[in-house]
Each structure stands twice: as structure tokens, then as C-alpha cells.
């Protein structure tokens, strides 16, 4: 990966609340909010950051599904509903399952290094409430080839990484990987609670351990090697940052203190009509992270916290392994020793990440850059972590289908 | 003739009713299942859904295309390998629809009873009374030459009396569900000595693969479900009656339904409860088990008049509740029917002035809701009950000596025989009415 040719900051981010099972606010047989009002929402949320909506000079929006969850597509057409201002300006949406979000801030990246823009509006959005889970799981299978849809598990993409998990399982001990899983649980709930935003924010288990240990494993009714605690949510949520050169922070009148550096970034794919070549290893996830470093110059060493792409509490373990952080079968002692708890090592998902924020699968990748400027411009409240001067970076995972789409990217504290 | 082929043609009575089409529902699901088996594969399964309302014909098709599919959503894992050989269906709604199809697919809806002379087996959910499920089974028997296996769903008729009077051998039980079928785990199995041991032993393995519970009862007019709940309709009925001679019929009601509800820590007030079945489900069932007890009239003039006036609860097609001893909004009690003046009286006239009356309550935190899948409900009931035996209120007292009868009645139940055991008794009290306690117990017998 060639080194970034000019300067490219994060600014302005804003969440909205992830949305569905775990929020009080949510019933499933009540009528909510559509995709409309996140996008909107998320978006005036980052403009209200900004001097003018005028100064943006582009808009892109990453999203996977709105085509079967909302019956809707063309969804540039929504960057104008945020603001009349961005009406007859440049927009363009971009499709790469739970990898969207990811793909979104690669265009703007792209858009902002080539020189087209100054600054890019962009927005994930997923709302995926619409429908019952089963038939979500069709839908979500989308990230899959289609062609292997028909052998595939009901609920398709746990039956992926359920057999990921008996991989794991078989190769390394079932008990063994599981305590590691229990505790990539337990941290995800314990820092989403600090998290207002998140979907667990209200969590309230006294004993997460307890309650981890009561689920069991049926695959009779779900699949064989995991339970529902070991997924990622389904979440309606949208998250929005700026990206912007130089020139378009002080043209939208941001701060540097406000900002973040993109110092490094990758994106890599696999062969989607392929298997995995090795189902213990998350090997697109290990390219693009190594690349991504790479490229920033930096070691995991230097790392002060990381968004990595959890949809299930077993990918969160390989992407510990793919990362380098233990080799392969130690992720999950790492995990269970703690060091990727918030006063571990290395924090990890420090608002719950996928399992404990949500996941709305089409914003994810830009949540996670969301938080990680939080984290590095101190706005994180009460799920702040220290940062250490002498590791100052952070970097965010974000994963489309089963290890596909993988785009990792590198910050650091604009100076 | 196996399981599976017994199964092949089946016939339900009353198809269309609260109870048939629950019946229906879940034998559809039964059958098309074994449809989908390697080994049935593409022989034919027929369930005749005989009902004489047209309306309710078009009706029962809406329900079992809803309750299907949400019985199906719940088995889509096992649905996609039963499946696994049609590579048109792709998608788990693909499969799901399917499946809904194949279920639809068995049903024959019917208005004439020549439909089942080729069933070998019949359920009989008509109404309850006597004469018709005799005439209906013996018309069909007369006409069947498989000598099928019927299996009433009579909440209270002798099945020796139908046997008898239909001439049917020994080929009817008791199947009695709870309404509504699809729901409620509880099914009263009703044998008596001539009863055929094969049909006994399908209807068990039948109850299984529905997932039911299963109580034995023996024949005896009510069962045990009626058996309890008459009696204790009953006595809540004369407790009222005792009571209106010191305030209005209303605040009696409202009392005696409260102390149910609240003191004797059950779903729903008694009252409630006998609007829920239907005054005049409740008036017929009293009027059929009566003859056959001894030293036990178990009438109610009360339940007389108002049925003479009209006031009948039960519900309407689509489910909500219609006024009864209470009037209804949204599915929550708002007014108490008074007798004299043959209107509803808003409870919140009288709610305050009938708390107060009642006195403390044990315990507010003990309530059904919170107490139901509690683990320690034993422990918690025991002192609550303890509490309430040392009380001097009003309320806590009417709640004892209510306690008290209730539990005389599942004793009462096990002495005459209808009951094998106080396990069967309180299973149908926990399991068929939800409550959070057996009747038979030891909370109220403290001296």
C-alpha cells in the first residue's frame, strides 16, 4: 500500500442510539422510525459540528440491505433530506455487507486524496428491524455467494461462524475456547453500559458470567456451536463523521484539537465463490490489518485501542490471532486473561462493539472510526480509556460476509 | 394400522369452533409433518375440517394460515433439512411458505358430515351437549366402515355415557384440551374400563409429539379441570351472595374477584375467569355435571338470572373478550354489572371504599406475575400464607376460608375417585389454569 500522498482527517462524528432488542425504547410490534430518520439524524448530528453545510463538498453513504430491509435503494438521493445545502452536490452510496460502513470511508478517503473534495459527508445506515430474524438471516446471507445459500444454515451467517467455532473447537478444546468467548461477551456488555448510545446501554445482568453459562448450546433451534449471546445484534442505527483534507477542516471551521490523522489504511478481498482456505484464521482480516500497519508505519505495540469487527464473540478471538496480539489457538487465553478488556493490554470495543453496541450492519465500519476519533480527541465520556502518548494510535476492522471485504484503517490524535 | 397411517384421514367436528380449530391446527401440523418423512413421501393425507357456518369455514382458514406460519418461523432449522431436496426453495421464507402450503393442503374444509365416514380417526369438538355428540358419532359410526377411533374434547360428559349411547365399543376417550388448544400444554386423557388399549396408547403417543401434558382423569362428569373450577365458581358465586347483605351486589363482586386475583395470587379474579369461558359454557357445564352428583347441587340462580338477561361473557370472533360480570376495555376489567339496576358501574366509584374495606394485604410484592417461575414459589407462598393467617382483616380472611374450600375441592376430587392423585390434581390447576400453586396444599390448613 502506497503511503497516503497528503493529510486526511476524521472529525464531527455522531452515533445515533442502536436500536432494538435491549433498548427500553424499543418494541418490535410498534411502529419506528425508518431509515429516513437516521440518516437524517446521523447527519444533522455531524453537521450541527460544522460552521456550513455548504463548505461539504460531497456526500457518500455506505449501506448494505435498505433494497430488501426498507424496499429502498438509490439511497444517494437521501444526503439532500439531511440538509437542503447538500442538494446538488455529489453523492454515491456503496455496498459491501457488514463492510459498508468501511467502503464508505475508503470513497471519502479516495475522494479527499484525489483532490475531487475538500471534505465528504459520510454516513453508514442500516435498519434492519423490519422483519422478524429468520427471515433477516435471508437477507443477511446476502454477504454470502447465493449459489451456497441452499446448504446453508437457516440462520446463515451464525451457521458460518458457528463452524468457524467448531473449527476452533476441535482444534484447540471446546472449554477453552468457550471461557475465551464468555469473557469477549462480558467485556462487550461492561463497556457498552457505559455507552449511552449502545443497544446493551441498559444492561443490567448482575452476573454476565452467570448469564453466559445459562445460554446453551442447541442446534435445534439455533446452531451448534453458538448461542445468541455470541452474536452481534440486529440493530436500526446510522453513524456520521466528516472526512476532510487540511483546507476542508478550516473552511468547515474544525479544530485539529477536533480531529483524527488517517496515517494508514488497507482494503483487501477474498475470493467471495471460495471457502475460507483456513477456517481457524480470519486470513483477509490478517492481510488488511498487517497492510494497514504497514502502511502507518506502526507495530500492534504502539496501538492504544482498537474497533475491531466482532459479529460473533468467535471472530472477535481470530481477530485477536489475525492481529498478532497471541498466535494462533492463544487468542483465547488473551481474551479470557483479560487483556482486551478496557484496562487490559490492549482495549478493545471500549462501547460494546457489534456484540454490545450493535450492529447496524451498513454503518458499522463508520461507527467504529466514530468511536475511535472519540477515543482519541477524549470525547468518549464515560467509556473514555487513557490514551498513552507512547502508544497514541488507534484502528478500526471492519468485516463484509465471512472475511470478504476486510478494510482496516490506522489513526492518530491530529497535531 | 400404525401411528402414521391412522393419521392419514382424519375428520374434525365443530372445526370452525374456539376449540375445533385449535384441534385442527395442531393435528395439521402433526400430519403434514409426517407428510414430510422420507418415507411418506407422496402419499396422500386428508384432514376434514367439518363445521356447518360457512363463515367460520373462510374464518378457520385466516387462523390456521397465521398460526401456521408462526409454528413454522419457530421450526425453520428443522424445516430447511426437511426441505433439503427441492432446490427451488432457497430462502427460509421460500421454505416457510411451502411448508404453510403443504399444512393448508391437507385441510378439506367440509360442511357435511359424510366427509369423516371415510376418517379413522375423529375428534369431536361440537358443543357441549350430550345429545348431539351422541347423534354425531353414532351417524358417522353407523357409516364408517374403518371402525375409526374417536376422541371427544367434552369438558364434562361422561365418555361411558357416549360410548354406550352411540354404540361405539370402546372406541372413544376423553381428549380434552384447554382452550385455547394451541396454547395451553394441558390435555385431560379420559379412559374408562372398555376403552380400547391400542386407541389409549396412540392418544398418548399423539399427546407427545404434540407436546402436551398429559393427565390421566377418570370418568367421572367435569374431570378434574370442571371438577375444581365449578365448585370454585360456585363458592366465589355464594361468597358474593353472602356478602351483598352487607353492600351492594357490585363491590361484592369487585371484592370477591380482588381476592382471588390478588390474595389467592392467581392469573386473572374469578369472576374474570368465568367471563373469560362464558357464563353460559359455565351454566351448561354445571347443568351437566349436577345429575350425576350426590349431596352436591351444583346450581347458581345467579348465573340463571343473568343468562336471562343476557349478560353471557365469552368472546368475540376475533378474540377480545365480551361483558360478562365485568365489563370490558382493551381486554382490562372497567365496571362491575349491578343486578338491580341491570347496568355497568364504573369500579372506580367503589375501588377505594372496597380496598379499604378488604384491609391490608399480605404482601404487595407476592403477586402472580412476579411469583409464577419464581424457584422458591414454595417458600415464598408458605410465608405469604403464614402472614396472611395472622391477619385480622377482612380481606385476608375471605382469602383463608377461599383458600380453604379450594383446597377441599382438590381433596375432594382425589376422595370420589375423579382424580388418581393430588399430583394430577394440582398439574391441571398449574399447567390447564395457570395457577401458581396446587390447590392441594398446605397453606390453609393452619390451625
Known sequence: MKKLRKKVYIAAGFNTVSMGTGRSEFNPKKERPGLEYYIETAGKGTLAQVNDADNIDEGVIGNFMAARFNKQANLPGFIPYIDKKLEWKPAISVEGACGSGGLALVTGLKSVLAETADSVL???????????????ADVLAGAGWYKKRKEGHAFFFPGQFSNRAGAYYEKYGKEYAREGMKRWFVNAMENARLCETAQEYENKAPDLYALYDKFKLNGETFVDNLTVLDCSKVSDGASALIMASEE??????????????????????RNITNEPPNPTEVTTIKKAAHEALESAGITIDELATIETHDCFSIAGILGVEALGFAEPGKGAQFVTDGHTARDGKIPINTTGGLIGWGHPTG????????????QLTGKAGPAQIEINPDRPYGMTINMGGDDVTVIAMVYKKAE | MNYDERLRNVTVLGAAGKMGSGILLLTAVEMADLSLKPENKGKPYCLNAMDLSQEGLAGLLRYLKTQVTKIAEKKIVWLRKMYAD??????????????????????????????AYES????????????????????????NSNSPWYFTNTSSVPINIIDNEANLGGRVLGFHFYNPPAVQRLVELIVTDGTNKEMEEFAKVYAKNLKKVVVPSNDYAGFIGNGHFMRDALYAIQEVERLNKEMPFTEAVYCINKIAQDYLVRPMGIFQLIDYVGIDVVQFIMNVMNPFLDKEDLHSDLLDQLMDIGVKGGQNSDGS?????????????????????????????????????????????????????????????????ATMHSMPDMGAKLAMNYGKRSNEIGHQLVNTGVANNSIDVNTVMLTGFFHAYGPINDYFVLN
Request: charged share 30%; with cysteine; proline share 2%.
Open chain 2, 120 to 143: 379413522n380417526l375423529i375428534f369431536e369438538a361440537v358443543s357441549e351437549n350430550k345429545d348431539l355428540k351422541v347423534k354425531l358419532l353414532s351417524q358417522i359410526d353407523q357409516n
Open chain 2, 86 to 115: 427441492r432446490a427451488d426453495l432457497i430462502e427460509n421464507e421460500e421454505i416457510l411458505n411451502q411448508y404453510v402450503f403443504d399444512v393448508l393442503s391437507i385441510v378439506r374444509p367440509v360442511t357435511k358430515i359424510e366427509a
Open chain 1, 248 to 269: 476542508g477542516l478550516g473552511k468547515l471551521g474544525i479544530d485539529k484539537k477536533d480531529a483524527i490523522e488517517i496515517v494508514g489504511w488497507a482494503q483487501v478481498e
Open chain 2, 321 to 385: 373478550q365480551k361483558d360478562g360480570f365485568l365489563k370490558y376495555e382493551k381486554g382490562r376489567p372497567v365496571a362491575i354489572f349491578d343486578l338491580e339496576t341491570k347496568s355497568y358501574v364504573e369500579t372506580s366509584a367503589f375501588a377505594d371504599k372496597c380496598d379499604q374495606a378488604l384491609g391490608k394485604h399480605p404482601n404487595p410484592k407476592v403477586n402472580w406475575k412476579s411469583t409464577i417461575r419464581r424457584k422458591d414459589k414454595d417458600q415464598v407462598f408458605a410465608e405469604f400464607f
Open chain 1, 122 to 136: 459520510v454516513l453508514g445506515v442500516e435498519v434492519q428491524n423490519t422483519m422478524k430474524a429468520l427471515y433477516g
Open chain 1, 363 to 374: 454503518a458499522t465500519g463508520v461507527h467504529q472510526a466514530v468511536t475511535i476519533w472519540e
